[in-house]
């Protein structure tokens, strides 16, 4: 049995930048408060708990005073900022710059939205950290939308500002796009009312880029091992392309999820992830293949 690590999976570079912040900071003191998971991958988290790192809720936050704290990749409301300046907190700040940038925009065409009585649409994951995020940029204001049935929240007589979560599949926010165009249109042709429809592509280009690349991969293989943890949104994302692809592809978080009948008639297997998949997990899975074709051989 070949077994293969895709060399386009693993961390992102917003991930590797938050995870080198925080082992910088644990280098120097040992310690650090980091509000939520640092990264969707439970293995990578208890990794950097045993170094020091200590996971805080913003219920935590709020009582914490005179100490720093680490805000990671997927970025935070302004509140979270306020926070902090009240508590005299020093933030390390790892928000992606790419969250950053959408963040921005977010806020920017909420400020048009205002003026022209609009509603700021965002494809995502409601509770996601990314999305209480960009829904902090518009004063709690923006729709929610995950599925069709979602679309009931917007009102199509009013101009749509439309987003995307960065990590969501470019598949699904093109079905929700053109759901959204159909509606609006339809509203126009039986009001005559012409009404702006803002549509803004802001998945993260270190996910949809992955996407044709895993295509590629998981047809190369007879079976697809996709690491990740259960709580990644682009894992899922990622994870959708490859199962599309090769149907004879799993999802595991860990060696212990894995099923040795999967390969029972594999001359191949490809090993893939999420950008929150640290290379080490799934050097952790080949080994355990390796060890497997070696008993099975
Ligand atoms: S997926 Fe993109 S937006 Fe998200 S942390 Fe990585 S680089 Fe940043």
Not at 106 to 121: C, L, N, Y
Not at 157 to 170: E, G
Request: charged share 25%; with cysteine.
């Amino acid at each position: 049995m070949r077994i293969s690590i895709d060399p386009h999976s693993g961390f992102c570079f917003g991930v590797v930048y938050a995870i080198q912040m925080a082992e910088e900071e644990l280098d120097k003191s040992g310690s650090l408060y980091c509000l939520g998971d640092i990264v969707h991958n439970n293995m990578e988290v208890e990794r950097l708990k045993a170094r020091g790192l200590k996971i805080i809720n913003h219920e935590q936050l709020s009582q914490l005073h005179d100490t720093k704290v680490l805000i990671r990749a997927h970025g935070e409301p302004p509140e979270t900022y306020k926070t902090a300046i009240e508590n005299n907190i020093e933030l390390i700040d790892a928000s992606c710059p790419v969250v950053l940038k959408l963040q921005n925009r977010v806020r920017t065409s909420f400020d048009e939205a205002v003026e022209t009585e609009g509603q700021i649409v965002i494809y995502g994951e409601a509770g996601h950290a990314e999305v209480n995020g960009l829904v902090g940029q518009t004063d709690g204001k923006a729709i929610i939308v995950k599925t069709a049935d979602d679309l009931a929240k917007i009102d199509f007589s009013k101009p749509v500002y439309f987003f995307s979560q960065t990590t969501k599949s470019t598949k699904g926010f093109e079905e929700m796009k053109a759901m959204i165009e159909e509606r609006m249109q339809t509203f126009q042709q039986s009001s005559g009312e012409d009404e702006i429809f803002s549509s803004n592509d802001t998945i993260c280009r270190q996910v949809s880029n992955r996407e044709p690349q895993l295509e590629k991969f998981s047809t190369q293989h007879d079976v697809i091992v996709f690491v990740s943890g259960k709580k990644s949104s682009n894992g899922k994302a990622l994870y959708s392309v490859c199962k599309a692809t090769n149907p004879h592809s799993y999802f595991v978080s860990d060696t212990d999820e894995m099923e040795k009948q999967w390969f029972a008639d594999a001359e191949s297997v490809g090993i893939c992830g999420a950008t929150s998949t640290p290379m080490w997990l799934m050097e952790k899975v080949a080994k355990y293949l390796q060890e497997l074709n070696t008993v099975t051989a």
